[in-house]
């Protein structure tokens, strides 16, 4: 024996990222390389929203690429990135295997709501769902750029009433239509996100709920019903 002690844990230290943060951090810090290569920009966090505009003219840059793995990259980078921009500014948590990016889900914390933000960020790239035969999507699962709500009520929910899921869109499909290119931009994507968290929380509301904070064991319970 050495005599030797191995170091002490420091108290003070971070503790490590879950494998799906881990994968996230990593994906964002090479999509902030992109655009500093390809715009001269620095995106940092502190930018908040603003960075919305900058990012969609960079996504717009790459409609007629045709290269599945350059788009690949670029939307797991850009989908990390606008999905850790939703978790600061709305709150939420991530889920995946730590090694996929598509397999990458956002779990929201003020209102029952989950998505895929690798997805979105492909259909920011082709400004629209691409049909299913494209050469320039990923192998494996159709794309998912949907927010998922609710699709069975709650307990003390008044009989007859649609689920979130159901009642969202037809709210949604009253609003004035917007062009294509704005509706799935990130802009746009992340101004539809804001509207339906207000029509969740007004819904709660108008129901007597008390606000309250979705965790992960919440999903599952829910999801798993």
Same mark, same amino acid.
């Given at each position: ?69 350059? !788009?690949?990259?670029?939307?797991? %980078? ?11 500014? !709305?709150?939420?948590?991530? !889920? ?59 307990? %003390? ?30 802009? %746009? ?37």
């Amino acid at each position: 024996m050495s005599g030797l002690k191995d170091n002490p844990p420091d108290p003070s230290a971070a503790p490590e990222p879950a494998p799906s943060q881990a994968l996230v951090n990593q994906l964002v810090d090479g999509f902030r390389d992109q655009l500093r290569r390809a715009l001269d920009l620095e995106l940092r966090d502190e930018h908040g929203t603003t960075a919305l505009a900058f990012v969609d003219h960079y996504l717009g840059l790459l409609r007629d690429e045709d290269r599945e793995p350059i !788009i690949s990259l670029v939307a797991a %980078g850009a989908g990390a990135w606008f999905g850790e921009l939703v978790r600061r500014e !709305i709150g939420g948590t991530w !889920i995946g295997d730590g090694s996929e990016p598509r397999r990458l889900r956002l779990l929201l914390a003020p209102q029952f709501v989950h998505f895929s933000p690798v997805d979105v960020a492909y259909e920011a790239i082709f400004s629209g769902s691409p049909d299913p035969g494209d050469p320039r999507l990923p192998h494996g699962a159709a794309l998912d750029a949907v927010y998922h709500l609710r699709k069975q009520n709650e307990d %003390g929910d008044p009989d007859g009433d649609p689920p979130d899921h159901e009642w969202i869109a037809e709210r949604l499909a009253e609003a004035a239509p917007v062009p294509e290119d704005q509706f799935y931009s990130l802009t %746009g994507r992340f101004e539809t996100l804001e509207q339906i968290l207000e029509l969740l929380a007004g819904r709660a509301l108008a129901r007597g709920r008390e606000p309250t904070r979705y965790h992960l064991n919440d999903y599952v319970a829910a999801l798993t019903k």
